[in-house]
């Protein structure tokens, strides 16, 4: 089991505590680029969940998502990206941006910002 970055993990705290969701990021993350803003786990959760809501065969998973009534952990696990692309070529997927969780353990590297591509 890998040892989380420290300052990666301090980062997705400070998105939780200050309930911030205009941080930008970029991650590696087993072999693909992820660029997006983090949002606080429960906006994330609860983001997810109207998606999910919204549509008539995936109602039933809507409930899985809003936040456990319990502690919050001692440190983030995870990051919660909002309006983010996975990078592909000359292009992010999806264009509009989608919501994805990543492992905090799974990141190989990172940096500060997001990338967009323009053919300018």
């Given at each position: 089991?890998?040892?989380?970055?420290?300052?990666?993990?301090?980062l997705a705290a400070t998105v939780e505590a200050e309930?911030?969701?205009?941080?930008?990021?970029?991650?590696?993350?087993?072999?693909?680029?992820i660029t997006g803003l983090l949002a606080p786990e429960?906006?994330?959760?609860?983001?997810?969940?109207?998606?999910?809501?919204?549509?008539?065969?995936l109602r039933p998973f809507a409930r899985v998502f809003?936040?456990?009534?319990?502690?919050?952990?001692?440190?983030?696990?995870?990051?919660?990206?909002?309006?983010?692309?996975?990078?592909?070529?000359?292009?992010?997927?999806?264009?509009?941006?989608?919501?994805?969780?990543?492992?905090?353990?799974?990141?190989?590297?990172?940096?500060?910002?997001?990338?967009?591509?323009?053919?300018?």
């Amino acid at each position: 089991m890998s040892k989380p970055d420290a300052l990666l993990v301090d980062l997705a705290a400070t998105v939780e505590a200050e309930q911030t969701h205009r941080m930008s990021l970029t991650v590696v993350t087993g072999g693909a680029v992820i660029t997006g803003l983090l949002a606080p786990e429960a906006v994330w959760r609860e983001r997810v969940s109207e998606v999910l809501t919204d549509s008539a065969e995936l109602r039933p998973f809507a409930r899985v998502f809003p936040l456990p009534a319990q502690k919050p952990a001692a440190d983030p696990t995870h990051l919660h990206f909002h309006l983010a692309r996975i990078l592909q070529g000359t292009m992010g997927i999806p264009e509009t941006g989608g919501m994805y969780r990543v492992a905090i353990d799974d990141v190989t590297a990172w940096t500060v910002g997001d990338f967009a591509y323009s053919e300018h």
